[in-house]
């Protein structure tokens, strides 16, 4: 007998995060470990009229092979690759790993290489889904591999993934909606403002909003979800941020990350731990070391710090930023072949002044 909470995250979803509609060709991209959700995904895209297509992968399949490759084959895209993203209504990203760390032996080269040959097809990603000709969202199942990285049992981590969900509601879609209307009160206020001052113990930060839109990212692109984001006008960021929580890419675990901005150049890079895959990392190429995203955080059924970027960016009570490529439909352009988050807590001695106005304080809004 599947788990209900499974069963309604699937439908989850397909009838709110992608709007799934008749004829509507589905892309379900995820690990092998995730099949119990995938298969159920699959069932309520037809359901719902569409035509779903699998497509899976295995994390220790994906690392042998990038072991193995050669500096030419690591840059060969698949024919598949640009006509899933070209043609697709919908993709639905579905994580289940397992083993994290798999990626640790590939060296950094090695997938700076192949995001660099990614890059085309991100910003064709990027395109259509500012333009809502592709409609995706990207969610989690947990495997026994993510409750270890987040030092849980997996029933616990469970719990913890379908609480935050709302998959344990009985109407989950009712709960997403509270969360949007929130939210957008606070986008609305927003709209037309131009400077962003954020202070506290982790951070002396401005940044300029002018000509920015914040979007209200209400469970249809991440599942979970809670926040709301921007991209900053991208010569505008200057001071330094220090950010509290570990920070995973690739793979790899980097600790300690504290970047200083000048005329929004990150012009001064440190980790604690694996900084210098956080300098290969910043110069990828030139739009990355400049910020695409600044957002803050919502859940607050979030509220533990669990190494998933998923789950983490939301913690309710938190900024994170992104350095590399910036999301279209909030004005961003900056362009480049990585997006990576970084996340620094709020909810202590912190502040975010908008145009001189107080705007959030130790983790809540107070406008």
Request: hydrophobic letters at 40%.
């Amino acid at each position: 007998m599947a788990d209900t909470r499974l069963l309604n995250l699937a439908s989850l979803l397909v009838n709110y995060s992608a709007e799934i509609r008749t004829g509507d060709w589905v892309v379900i991209r995820g690990g092998v470990a995730a099949l119990p959700l995938i298969r159920a995904t699959a069932v309520e895209v037809l359901r719902a009229g569409g035509h779903p297509t699998v497509v899976l992968n295995d994390d220790e399949t994906d690392a042998a092979v990038a072991r193995a490759a050669s500096e030419e084959q690591i840059r060969w895209i698949s024919p598949l690759e640009p006509l899933v993203y070209d043609k697709a209504d919908s993709l639905v990203f579905i994580r289940g790993a397992s083993n994290t760390r798999a990626m640790t032996q590939v060296s950094p080269a090695k997938q700076r290489a192949a995001q660099h040959a990614r890059a085309e097809l991100m910003a064709t990603f990027m395109r259509r889904s500012a333009e809502g000709t592709l409609r995706w969202v990207s969610t989690l199942f947990p495997t026994p591999a993510y409750a270890q990285e987040a030092d849980m049992s997996l029933a616990e981590y469970e719990d913890f993934v379908y609480r935050a969900t709302f998959a344990d509601q009985p109407d989950p879609i009712a709960k997403w909606q509270e969360i949007h209307a929130m939210q957008q009160r606070m986008v609305d206020w927003l709209k037309g403002k131009r400077e962003v001052v954020v202070k506290g113990p982790n951070a002396d930060l401005t940044l300029s909003i002018e000509g920015r839109t914040f979007i209200n990212s209400d469970g249809h692109h991440n599942m979970p979800s809670g926040e709301i984001f921007t991209g900053p006008v991208e010569d505008s960021v200057n001071g330094w941020v220090r950010f509290t929580y570990p920070a995973l890419y690739g793979g790899r675990e980097v600790e300690g990350v504290e970047l200083r901005f000048e005329n929004g150049k990150v012009v001064e890079a440190h980790a604690e731990k694996n900084e210098a895959f956080l300098l290969e990392m910043l110069d990828s190429d030139p739009g990355a070391r400049y910020l695409g995203e600044f957002a803050v955080g919502t859940n607050y059924g979030i509220d533990r710090f669990t190494k998933n970027i998923l789950f983490d960016e939301k913690i309710g009570g938190s900024i994170h930023m992104a350095v590399g490529a910036g999301y279209p439909e909030t004005g961003s352009k900056n362009k480049s072949a990585i997006h990576w988050d970084f996340i620094c807590d709020m909810r202590t001695d912190s502040a975010i002044w908008v145009d001189g106005e107080l705007f959030y304080k130790d983790g809540q809004f107070q406008v």
